[in-house]
């Protein structure tokens, strides 16, 4: 893999902002990485099966009856 010097540099200077060496930082650009793919495909397909706003409008409807 060649990643550009630019990038590398940058990262390097985000890595010691962060009190951490290159390896670990892109360690954890990997990891956020694989977190938003991760929430992209729930909200994208979870969500809108769970029909959670129908649900949440229940709740508020209930909360606002109970004076809540």
């Known amino acids: 893999m060649t990643i550009d010097q630019a990038v590398l540099a ?27 793919i991760s929430l992209e495909n729930y909200t994208t397909h979870t969500v809108p099966t769970l029909d959670i706003d129908a649900y949440a409008q229940k709740v508020y409807q209930a909360n606002r009856a109970a004076g809540l």
């Open 10 to 36: 940058a990262a390097d200077a985000d890595a010691r902002a962060a009190g951490l060496n290159r390896s670990e930082m892109i360690e954890r650009a990997l990891h956020n990485e694989h977190l938003r």
